[in-house]
T-cell receptor
Framework: DTGVSQDPRHKITKRGQNVTFRCDPI?????LYWYRQTLGQGPEFLTY????????KSRLLSDRFSAERPKGSFSTLEIQRTEQGDSAMYLC?????????????FGQGTRLTVV | GEDVEQSLFLSVREGDSSVINCTYT??????LYWYKQEPGAGLQLLTY?????DMKQDQRLTVLLNKKDKHLSLRIADTQTGDSAIYFC????????????FGGGTRVLVKP
């Protein structure tokens, strides 16, 4: 296992288009988190899953955002009708629920640019 | 409420010690973390401290926690040019699904 993998690494899209990102966690990790990091800021929590259940969503996650983890393995984050304010790095992390964040690993992120 | 604050920038000479400070507001945090982020790279966990400890040392890194003042610091001894990066402190709240609340990051520039 090579760690948390995110695809694509970079995405440029026109305003109003839909985009989808994928995160492949470390295989035995049952928790999966999505964070967003805008330029010059720290990452902000968006949502997390335990297995396939989405247990919490931040108020930052507007109706245009949807995340899924259908089989409790990989996850997708979709943004509909993208806006320039959606431009950010989208980070995924995974961990074992029993171990908590101290054994969580982050992917390298997907950088989204909305033009 | 959740709020984590850090100073924006620190400049230090190679070989000196660096001290990065952080304040947080949520007293129910369980662990506090320091992450390093280099340009184009993901977040790398440097070290963490359990909330009932007041100090942790890990090679060149020393974490100090003042729980009463909700103040966390990271000291890097013998700072090297490879330590130039953005450093984030973060608090984990177990009751909130172990999610992390990050500070805005401190950019550390090490001058030769």
């Amino acid at each position: 296992d090579t760690g948390v993998s995110q695809d694509p690494r970079h995405k440029i899209t026109k305003r109003g288009q839909n985009v989808t990102f994928r995160c492949d966690p470390i295989s035995e990790h049952n928790r999966l988190y999505w964070y967003r990091q805008t330029l010059g800021q720290g990452p902000e929590f968006l949502t997390y899953f335990q297995n396939e259940a989405q247990l919490e969503k931040s108020r930052l996650l507007s109706d245009r955002f949807s995340a899924e983890r259908p089989k409790g393995s990989f996850s997708t984050l979709e943004i509909q009708r993208t806006e320039q304010g959606d431009s950010a790095m989208y980070l995924c992390a995974s961990s074992l629920a029993s171990a908590g964040v101290k054994e969580a690993f982050f992917g390298q992120g997907t950088r989204l640019t909305v033009v | 409420g959740e709020d984590v604050e850090q100073s924006l920038f620190l400049s230090v000479r190679e070989g000196d010690s660096s001290v990065i400070n952080c304040t947080y507001t949520d007293s129910s945090s369980t662990y506090l973390y320091w992450y390093k982020q280099e340009p184009g790279a993901g977040l790398q966990l440097l070290t963490y401290i359990f909330s009932n400890m007041d100090m942790k040392q890990d090679q060149r890194l020393t974490v100090l926690l003042n729980k009463k003042d909700k103040h966390l610091s990271l000291r890097i001894a013998d700072t090297q040019t490879g330590d130039s990066a953005i450093y984030f402190c973060a608090e984990e709240i177990k009751a909130a699904g172990n999610k992390l609340t990050f500070g805005g990051g401190t950019r550390v520039l090490v001058k030769p």
